[in-house]
């Protein structure tokens, strides 16, 4: 029985990871945008935010300079699950692979998404930190839509 379950553990692990590969793949062959244009994007993105929550000019800046610290540290640890989910997928392929041999990569898989998921609530609590009590509000009910668009959670 237990094998059972770890059977189907693995298989949902490599269904979860080989949807995240596809997305990668596709991100890959668009195309990696330059960095102007990440930067366009990504100030543009608090410029909507700006005008949707109400934000001060003051307010503006700050969130845009803690999003220029975030944004690479964020990027690199993407990359890094990026590679170490290639691995995995490589690691998957050979006759022999078994969930034993394959934990370690898994492991080091989910360590980095919990980093991940760290640095956004992080970001998250600094970017709250700079709002009124009614932007906060604003801002989290935009997320709760973004996040949840079929209103699953609504704040």
Known sequence: M???WLALALILSVAVN????GSVGY??????????????SSGSAIGRLAGEIGLSPEQT??????RNLFAPRIQRL????SEKRTRLL????PP??????LLPQVEEIEALQAELQKLVVDQMLKEKALLTVE???KFFSMISTRLCPAGRHPL
Do not use: H, M, T, W
């Open 96 to 101: 022999e692979a078994s969930l034993g041999g």
């Open 135 to 137: 932007q906060q509000k």
């Open 61 to 66: 800046q700050a969130f845009a300079d803690l």
């Open 90 to 93: 490589e690691a998957l392929k």
């Open 78 to 81: 993407r990359d890094g699950l």
């Open 2 to 4: 237990r094998n059972k």
């Open 27 to 40: 991100r890959l062959a668009r195309g990696k945008p330059s960095a102007a244009c990440v930067e366009e």
């Open 18 to 21: 080989v949807g995240v590969f």
